[in-house]
């Protein structure tokens, strides 16, 4: 059975976000922003939270390339934006080009030690090139920065299951739930590890919980057809 690992990167934004109300078109809100911020910059041209926010409007528009361009024009002009290394990180990962991804978001963690968002996404970026153990490490990271990051230690729970160390991994789901109980893919992940020890009470027990938080979720209902087909494959042999 696969281990399912959601992909989550953090985008800062310096503005905002606010909820569109009934009716509203979310499109043309993005389109009133796009215009504002280009109009700021054709009066301000060195205006870098103008940039910055532009590239955000176009990342969420999925315009990868004018994106990139904003974000690199924010860090021209303030070569210590942290968070337009960060965003610039998230864009280059999104695109494909994982090294150059790497190289932003370590130059974001280089600036602020401290900034969990550009370790997590560092890791997940290790993580798709299969660099396990810097991935553990930067997700590791995340969670000596917050103790209460259940992301992270999801997380590091995926990571280690990738290794093949499945009791480091049940520990840090079990800690993900502890900080979360409605984590359902932290209880789906449990219970697939418990599978792969073959202890499959407690498998069922965590898959059954991941499918009570997300009865919409399929993948804990695939989980458990599989066990209980191998449990009565089982039967079958002993009789």
């Known amino acids: 059975m696969k281990i399912w690992c959601s992909i989550l990167l953090f985008m800062a934004l310096l503005f ?3 909820g569109y109300s ?8 993005l389109e ?3 215009k504002a911020f280009q109009k700021v910059i054709e ?28 974000y690199k024009k924010a860090i021209e002009i303030d ?9 610039l990180g998230v864009v280059y990962y999104e695109a494909g080009l994982l090294d150059e991804a790497i190289e932003s978001l ?21 993580y798709a090139k299969r660099r396990y153990k810097l991935a553990l490490e930067a997700f590791k990271r995340t969670v000596d920065l ?13 990571t280690y299951v990738s290794m093949g160390n499945i009791d480091e991994s049940i520990v840090a789901f079990e800690k993900a739930i502890s900080i979360n109980p409605e984590y359902s893919e932290a209880f789906y992940n449990l ?11 407690d498998a069922i027990k965590f898959l059954k919980k991941a499918q009570e938080i997300d009865p919409d979720d399929y993948k804990s209902y695939f989980a458990l057809g599989v066990i209980y087909q191998a449990q009565r494959g089982r039967e079958t042999v002993k009789r």
């Open 16 to 18: 905002m976000k606010t």
């Open 79 to 87: 070569p210590n934006f942290v968070k337009a290394y960060n965003n």
């Open 146 to 158: 917050d103790p209460k990051f259940d992301k992270g230690y999801y997380n590091v729970g995926v």
């Open 32 to 34: 009133a922003s796009m």
């Open 106 to 126: 370590k130059k974001a963690t280089e600036i602020l030690p401290q900034y969990i968002d550009a370790h997590y996404n560092l890791g997940i970026v290790y």
């Open 191 to 201: 219970g697939i590890a418990y599978a792969k020890k073959e202890q499959y009470d």
């Open 43 to 70: 009066k301000k041209p060195d205006h870098v939270d103008a940039h910055y926010n532009l590239g955000v409007v176009y990342s969420e528009k999925g315009m990868v390339n004018e994106a990139i361009e904003r």
């Open 22 to 29: 009934q009716g509203q078109d979310a499109n043309e809100f």
